[in-house]
């Protein structure tokens, strides 16, 4: 069984410090891993993925995630908040015979000026 | 651009209508999904299909049945509609065959209130 856990529901940061969103998978394969930001009332968006090759991504934006198999852990950093980065960030596992993806639970970025 | 199309942004419908959501995708893909997201619970996987007229039940299939008559076309049916079926409603789509992983491309979302 898959399962993706995102330890904070609410982060908040100051604009220009940096950004620490927290995710744990569970796997029994060996799993593909993304990062979705969802601004409000706007659909999903593909932040990056991990799929096997190199553990460290970088995605849009300047957001990156480190894959740890040792700490099953995928978190998501960007080294300097920016006001249009305030939305809400799921953690997403895929992996194994079928092709569902499984969704963290999300967590909600506030950026104060 | 992979695009993911919607049929409704915003439905109100009434307590035991039948109720139809219908997406649909401009890239030949082969998987198709349906999530509704709630606050505080994330996406949920209601039904995925990998081929046309092909189905699997996700996490939370209870009241919904689907139907993908095409490759392109993914329908959701609400069979009795009821209040705690309120919520947001995503299609998404991927590319690969089963077990080939690569990301899904989700659509702007249904909002849909059952009164």
């Known amino acids: 069984a898959q399962s993706v856990t995102q330890l904070d529901s609410h982060v908040s940061v100051s604009e220009g410090t940096p950004v620490l969103l927290r995710c744990n998978y569970s796997?029994?394969?060996?799993?593909?891993l993304f990062w979705y930001v969802q601004h409000p009332n706007k659909g999903l968006q593909l932040l990056l993925k991990?799929?096997?090759?190199?553990?460290l991504v970088k995605g849009i934006n300047g957001f990156e995630a480190e894959f740890k198999k040792s700490e099953t852990s995928f978190h998501l950093t960007k080294p300097s908040a920016h006001m249009s980065d305030a939305a809400e960030y799921f953690c997403?596992?895929?992996?194994?015979?079928?092709?569902?993806?499984?969704f963290g639970t999300g967590t909600r970025l506030q950026v104060f000026p | 651009d992979v695009k993911v199309t919607q049929s409704s942004r915003y439905l109100v419908k009434r307590t035991g209508e039948k109720v139809f959501l219908e997406c649909v995708q401009d890239?030949?893909?082969?998987?198709m999904f349906w999530y509704r997201q709630d606050p505080g619970l994330g996406l949920r996987l209601i039904y995925f299909?990998?081929?046309?007229?092909?189905?699997e039940k996700g996490d939370i299939p209870e009241g919904y049945s689907v139907s993908r008559e095409k490759k392109e076309r993914f329908s959701l049916i609400l069979e009795s509609a009821s209040t705690n079926q309120t919520s947001m409603y995503l299609c998404?789509?991927?590319?690969?065959?089963?077990?080939?992983?690569?990301?899904?491309?989700f659509g702007q979302g249904t909002r849909l209130t059952v009164v």
């Open positions: 998404a789509s991927s590319s690969g065959t089963r077990g080939k992983n690569t990301e899904a491309f």
């Open positions: 796997s029994s394969y060996s799993p593909s």
């Open positions: 991990y799929t096997s090759a190199a553990t």
């Open positions: 997403v596992v895929r992996g194994g015979p079928t092709d569902k993806l499984i």
């Open positions: 890239m030949d893909h082969e998987n």
């Open positions: 299909s990998y081929d046309v007229k092909m189905k």
